[in-house]
């Protein structure tokens, strides 16, 4: 980070940091993905505290282990929801790979899902770091401010903190989180018709089929 041109900014839940640092795992040209995610939103773990402390620098190793353990939590919730909805493990049998054959062969479908609902809790509560509950965002400088409203919010310390706080919203109100099948990118739909990321995201795919199309005539 050059921390001359850098500025200070407030973090805040569901700004869309937690969709867009997951998709840096999935570009071909992850350092320039990264350089534009840090001029966006900054550094994962040093902040406005360290400014002129000349420390700011992070490594892209360090921070895809961290995208992986982010995305891997995420990808849990996800099978782990889809399980309960249609009645079935299914879903999370892929994830018996991270077991021994013995010991997966005596899983029962209560333990998966025990397993899987702990390991969430676990991984979330773990990512949360150092973020404190406060009251927020509500401000006076926010268009929906309604003066005597106040909200219980996750006051995240660092960037990597707002990510996983953002994943605890989302799983703390049982909101659903989607792949897209053009782009293969998580997102969390806005209704249950929402297929695609974007919009943009479905234009796309429609002339890609379209072109398939007309190139098997």
Known sequence: MDEDRAERYMLYQ???????LAGLAEG????????????RYGLLWHGAQDLGSGRCRESLD????????????MALY???RESVRIGSTAPLRKFDRMMSADIAKQVTDEIRLGVAHMTVVNMITDGLGECRLGLGPNRID??????????????PAKLLDAA???LAYIVGTRAEIRTCPGCGSYFSPESGKQKYCTKS????SRWRRWKERQGSK
């Not at 569901?14 to 867009?20: A, E, K, M, P, R």
């Not at 401010?145 to 006051?155: D, E, K, N, R, Y």
Request: aromatic letters at 16%; a negative charge.
């Open 14 to 20: 569901n700004s869309g940091l937690l969709f867009d």
């Open 28 to 39: 071909n040209n992850k350092p320039q993905a990264a350089l534009a995610f840090v001029r």
């Open 62 to 73: 360090v921070w895809f282990e961290a995208i992986d353990y982010l995305r891997f939590a």
């Open 78 to 80: 996800q099978s782990l």
């Open 142 to 155: 926010r268009e929906d401010f309604v003066p005597g409203t106040f909200a219980l919010s996750i006051l």
């Open 164 to 166: 996983w706080s953002e």
């Open 201 to 204: 995201c479905a234009s796309t």
